[in-house]
């Protein structure tokens, strides 16, 4: 099972080579640096869907706060276990 986790961009590193193209995302206030190569056009703002490292697609903000509430509640639940 793979599991991709939503986040959002918060800078662009390099926007000049569409392969190489880089952004600092950010999850729930931890910031990664991901490949922007499959979304090229992602831009500041944007949530995406990252796995592996590498942002797969672009989300609607609604669908990625819905997204990121359900995980902040399974980490809820499971602490109370």
Do not use: W
């Not at 729930?28 to 796995?51: F, Q, R, T």
């Amino acid at each position: 099972m793979c599991l991709a986790i939503p986040g959002q961009i918060i800078s662009l590193i390099d926007d000049t080579d569409p392969l190489g193209r880089k952004g600092r995302v950010s999850f729930s206030g931890i910031s990664k640096e991901i490949s922007l190569a499959y979304v090229p056009e992602a831009k500041i703002n944007d949530y995406v869907i990252v796995h592996a490292g590498f942002a797969l697609s672009i989300l609607d903000e609604a669908e990625a706060l819905a997204s990121l509430q359900a995980l902040d509640d399974l980490a809820a639940f499971t602490s109370l276990s």
